[in-house]
């Protein structure tokens, strides 16, 4: 079955830090790929998305992930986290049918001032 | 205003009672769905929907129902609601515009079932 993996339930980072966030996929050769984050009492936005070209792909927010077919990868980075970036982030892939994703369970960041 | 909109935002209900979350789009998207939201499950699918009139089951439907008479609306009904329904459900949004369409979503609505 299709999977979406995101190894670290909880990151906390210090403002001004570098940020990767690991999400791995299980399935496609050429997989629909989605960062959505989720600020505490709202719903899900879209970061950024991958689905074919060049595999840097630039984001809203000054984030950007780079997709990694050899690893199954599409990680999501940030060179300099601000204090509103704490949220949960949510890698997710399609499904292949319907438009319908299957997601990571999402990863919560807490940032330090 | 334009987007998706849920509500209500915030619901207590009581356990064997019949609750309903409602779920408003302006954009005409084609596909909407329904996802529940809870701690060490992330987002689960509950129903989706293709067109109006066109609904299909996610990966949680027991205990819910859907219907979509008009493209923009997509409510949720809990039939006789349980205690294990209390959750944030969030409804999202999509264009028909192939694989890598976006989903948009709506501010989601927190159910506790008492």
């Known amino acids: 079955a299709q999977s979406v993996t995101q190894p670290d339930i909880h990151i906390t980072v210090s403002e001004g830090a570098s940020l990767e966030l690991r999400c791995n996929y299980s399935?496609?050769?050429?997989?629909?790929l989605f960062w959505y984050v989720q600020s505490p009492g709202q719903g899900l936005q879209l970061l950024l998305k991958?689905?074919?070209?060049d595999t840097l792909v630039q984001g809203i927010k000054g984030f950007e992930a780079e997709f990694k077919r050899s690893q199954s990868s599409f990680n999501l980075r940030k060179p300099s986290v601000h204090w509103s970036d704490a949220a949960e982030y949510f890698c997710?892939?399609?499904?292949?049918?319907?438009?319908?994703?299957?997601w990571g369970l999402g990863t919560s960041l807490a940032v330090n001032p | 205003d334009a987007g998706i909109t849920q509500s209500p935002r915030y619901k207590i209900t009581e356990t064997g009672r019949q609750v309903t979350l409602m779920c408003h789009q302006t954009?005409?998207?084609?596909?909407m769905f329904w996802y529940r939201q809870d701690l060490g499950h992330g987002l689960r699918l509950i129903y989706y929907?293709?067109?109006?009139?066109?609904?299909d089951k996610g990966e949680v439907p027991d205990g819910y129902v859907v219907s979509r008479s008009k493209t923009e609306n997509f409510p949720l009904t809990l039939e006789s609601a349980t205690r294990s329904q209390t959750s944030v459900y969030f409804c999202?949004?999509?264009?028909?515009?192939?694989?890598?369409?976006?989903?948009?979503f709506g501010q989601g609505t927190r159910l506790t079932v008492v």
């Open positions: 999202a949004s999509s264009e028909n515009r192939g694989a890598g369409t976006e989903a948009f």
């Open positions: 954009w005409s998207h084609s596909y």
């Open positions: 929907s293709a067109a109006a009139d066109i609904t």
């Open positions: 399935y496609g050769a050429t997989p629909y």
């Open positions: 991958y689905f074919s070209g």
């Open positions: 997710a892939q399609y499904a292949g049918n319907n438009r319908k994703l299957i």
